[in-house]
């Protein structure tokens, strides 16, 4: 930790990261918590960002149905999956997960009194860990995957992997390569079980206002074809927007929607639209303009996965450059042509599904101006591709049920 102050100081003072719920962080449990009462059991779910938020809504609401008795709190470790959470969950049941030292753990554990802690993935914290197994709650790691990118780290390190994981009384793995992964690391194969995948249950949100009123722009001005272009991270937009130019040749009244993955970046982006003269709008300062020809960069949170389902084509983004990409699930529920990158790493499993069912395009940055227009110029193609996309997504579904059972066997257990 002291050796990497440096590069944390760095990202608060420039990007403001890590600054919200700081104290929350070193161990000071906010009078914002509605703590338990001294007869009342908690359950504690530990959910990294937004996209561990999302996964695990539904998984709360069925612990919740089947454990009316309990509180449930959730934590989380980015500013974007606290505001999510607090929407999510209530205020008074959310909070920044602490920073891995004991002083800053054993505050919550004390306060919360936890019968069980549910973590989602593969946030393996020492002394969190260590701690909570001492104090006496269960441990599950749901929805546990172990990424290409990850396994090899993990791997040089089983042997001190082995002692924390052990720690661990249930994995609940996504698929049964993730599985036979974590007991290559050193889990206990007794203690692993495969229950799917949790985002295949995530439910097609409430659509915000903001749906409707880009829709009602588009059609009054008659705009289209419709790109959302998602999760984008840097070295891709310039790539998308090149991309997006030649599409106006021929789709002069072509909209994209562009959404970077991370706050920090939305000036920057702002500026390469300026930079390449194209014209756009911010999403924070939209009334309603006419969007036929440019871009509406969305400089907010929480908007992109309901804003998929005006796409013609959506692009998920991480893939053009190699940052492992983002999850296809959300433009898949509406149904929507899907074009990633073929960096996707981190969502293998989900990509080569739907890659083996022709329900996805994966290109490469050459291919991705082709690959669009294309789909634009074949109908029939592209609304198969995304129909494709939405069968495989109801053939997956059922994690959260299976996920909920195996934590309802592990809270009987005596």
Same mark, same amino acid.
């Given at each position: 930790?002291?050796?990497?102050?440096?590069?944390?100081?760095?990202?608060?003072?420039?990007?403001?990261?890590?600054?919200?719920?700081?104290?929350?962080?070193?161990?000071?449990?906010?009078?914002?918590?509605?703590?338990?009462?001294?007869?009342?059991?908690?359950?504690?779910?530990?959910?990294?960002?937004?996209?561990?938020?999302?996964?695990?809504? &539904?998984?709360?609401? =069925?612990?919740?149905?089947?454990?009316?008795?309990?509180?449930?709190?959730?934590?989380?470790?980015?500013?974007?999956?606290?505001?999510?959470?607090?929407?999510?969950?209530?205020?008074?049941?959310?909070?920044?997960?602490?920073?891995?030292?004991?002083?800053?753990? &054993?505050?919550?554990?004390?306060?919360? &009194?936890?019968?069980?802690?549910?973590?989602?993935?593969?946030?393996?914290?020492?002394?969190?860990?260590?701690?909570?197994?001492?104090?006496?709650? &269960?441990?599950?790691?749901?929805?546990?995957?172990?990424?290409?990118?990850?396994?090899?780290?993990?791997?040089?390190?089983?042997?001190?992997?082995?002692?924390?994981?052990?720690?661990?009384?249930?994995?609940?793995?996504?698929?049964?390569?993730?599985?036979?992964?974590?007991?290559?690391?050193?889990?206990?194969? *007794?203690?692993?079980?495969?229950?799917?995948?949790?985002?295949?249950?995530?439910?097609?949100?409430?659509?915000?206002?903001?749906?409707?009123?880009?829709? @009602?722009?588009?059609?009054?001005?008659?705009?289209?074809?419709?790109?959302?272009?998602?999760?984008?991270?840097?070295?891709?937009?310039?790539?998308?927007?090149?991309?997006?130019?030649?599409?106006?040749?021929?789709?002069?009244?072509?909209?994209?929607?562009?959404?970077?993955?991370?706050?920090?970046?939305?000036?920057?982006?702002? @500026?390469?639209?300026?930079?390449?003269?194209?014209?756009?709008?911010?999403?924070?300062?939209?009334?309603?303009?006419?969007?036929?020809?440019?871009?509406?960069?969305?400089?907010? $949170?929480? *908007?992109?996965?309901?804003?998929?389902?005006?796409?013609?084509?959506?692009?998920?983004?991480?893939?053009?450059?190699?940052?492992?990409?983002?999850?296809?699930?959300?433009?898949?529920?509406?149904?929507?042509? @899907?074009?990633?990158?073929?960096?996707?790493?981190?969502?293998?499993?989900?990509?080569?599904?739907?890659?083996?069912?022709?329900?996805?395009? $994966?290109?490469?940055?050459?291919?991705?101006?082709?690959?669009?227009?294309?789909?634009?110029?074949?109908? =029939?193609?592209?609304?198969?591709?995304?129909?494709?996309?939405?069968?495989?997504?109801?053939?997956?579904?059922?994690?959260?049920?299976?996920?909920?059972?195996?934590?309802?066997?592990?809270?009987?257990?005596?």
């Amino acid at each position: 930790m002291l050796v990497s102050l440096p590069y944390w100081l760095f990202q608060m003072a420039r990007h403001g990261k890590y600054r919200k719920g700081f104290a929350e962080r070193i161990g000071r449990v906010s009078a914002r918590l509605r703590l338990p009462g001294e007869q009342e059991p908690v359950i504690w779910v530990h959910a990294v960002s937004v996209g561990e938020v999302l996964a695990v809504a &539904r998984l709360v609401e =069925e612990i919740q149905s089947r454990f009316p008795r309990h509180r449930i709190f959730v934590s989380t470790t980015t500013d974007t999956g606290q505001a999510l959470a607090r929407k999510r969950f209530g205020e008074a049941n959310v909070f920044y997960f602490p920073m891995d030292f004991g002083f800053a753990i &054993r505050p919550y554990l004390r306060a919360l &009194r936890p019968q069980m802690v549910v973590v989602v993935e593969t946030e393996f914290w020492p002394n969190f860990m260590r701690l909570v197994h001492v104090s006496g709650a &269960r441990i599950a790691v749901v929805n546990a995957r172990i990424s290409d990118r990850s396994w090899p780290s993990y791997r040089r390190f089983r042997g001190l992997l082995r002692r924390l994981l052990a720690n661990v009384d249930l994995f609940l793995a996504q698929t049964p390569e993730d599985a036979a992964r974590l007991q290559d690391i050193g889990a206990r194969a *007794e203690r692993v079980r495969v229950t799917g995948n949790l985002k295949f249950d995530i439910p097609v949100p409430a659509p915000p206002v903001i749906v409707e009123s880009v829709r @009602t722009s588009i059609a009054a001005s008659s705009a289209g074809p419709v790109l959302v272009c998602g999760s984008t991270m840097d070295g891709e937009e310039p790539l998308l927007l090149k991309a997006f130019e030649n599409l106006r040749v021929q789709h002069p009244r072509a909209v994209m929607i562009l959404a970077p993955r991370h706050p920090e970046r939305f000036e920057a982006v702002a @500026t390469l639209l300026e930079q390449m003269s194209i014209g756009f709008c911010r999403r924070s300062r939209w009334n309603g303009e006419p969007l036929a020809g440019g871009v509406l960069l969305l400089d907010t $949170i929480g *908007e992109l996965a309901a804003l998929y389902a005006l796409a013609d084509i959506a692009f998920v983004g991480g893939s053009l450059v190699p940052r492992g990409g983002h999850n296809i699930i959300e433009p898949a529920q509406y149904g929507v042509a @899907t074009v990633v990158g073929n960096h996707t790493e981190n969502f293998r499993d989900i990509v080569s599904l739907f890659h083996s069912r022709d329900a996805v395009r $994966i290109v490469g940055p050459a291919e991705l101006p082709l690959v669009l227009l294309e789909l634009l110029a074949n109908d =029939e193609e592209r609304k198969a591709l995304g129909q494709r996309a939405a069968e495989t997504m109801r053939s997956q579904i059922g994690a959260t049920a299976r996920t909920a059972d195996k934590l309802q066997e592990l809270l009987a257990r005596p």
